[in-house]
């Protein structure tokens, strides 16, 4: 997949409320530049979260547009592995959702957005329970702590 950057539920939270925001501005680009990545999870975090049918269908007609990412057939180790890992490394708060976006980020070689406990999260931990086959998940924006 490359060059696509996997947007998670924050960074379109703030996207679809804060027409204002740096966020909000490189989630439009990622849009406009047809690199916008999507998972299962964040597309069901985001369309349960909305206000009524017709923001729902909108919602489900702006995410169609975004590229899937299939989550790899061993996920659920990948995420226990990850949770583990993180617990090591002192990080603590990371959500199930969050782990399963940044697994499904390193099975898909693409990038994760810089807004989110997920990009935090992509290094060096993701990595570690990678399948192997030299897929990372690579971050965009500034340097955030691993530490919670």
């Known amino acids: 997949m490359g060059d696509l950057?996997?947007?998670d539920t924050s960074a379109w939270i703030e996207f679809l409320r804060r027409a204002e925001s740096p966020v909000a501005d490189m989630v439009d680009r990622i849009l406009a530049e047809d690199?916008?990545?999507l998972t299962g999870v964040v597309?069901?975090?985001l369309l349960q979260g909305a206000r009524s049918d017709r923001e729902f269908e909108d919602l489900r007609v702006l995410l169609s547009a975004c590229h899937s990412c299939?989550?790899?057939p061993d996920l659920w180790d990948r995420v226990?592995?990850?949770g583990r890992s993180l617990r090591r490394n002192g990080v603590s708060?990371?959500?199930i959702p969050d782990m399963i976006v940044g697994v499904t980020a390193v099975h898909n070689d693409v990038s994760s957005s810089p807004s989110t406990v997920t990009s935090r999260i992509?290094?060096?931990c993701c990595r570690s329970i990678s399948s192997g086959r030299g897929r990372r998940a690579r971050?965009?924006?500034p340097r955030t702590s691993r530490r919670a």
């Open 5 to 7: 950057i996997l947007v």
């Open 35 to 37: 690199l916008a990545a």
């Open 43 to 45: 597309k069901a975090e």
């Open 70 to 72: 299939p989550e790899p």
């Open 80 to 82: 226990a592995r990850l």
């Open 93 to 95: 708060g990371v959500g």
């Open 122 to 124: 992509s290094r060096p």
């Open 139 to 141: 971050r965009i924006g």
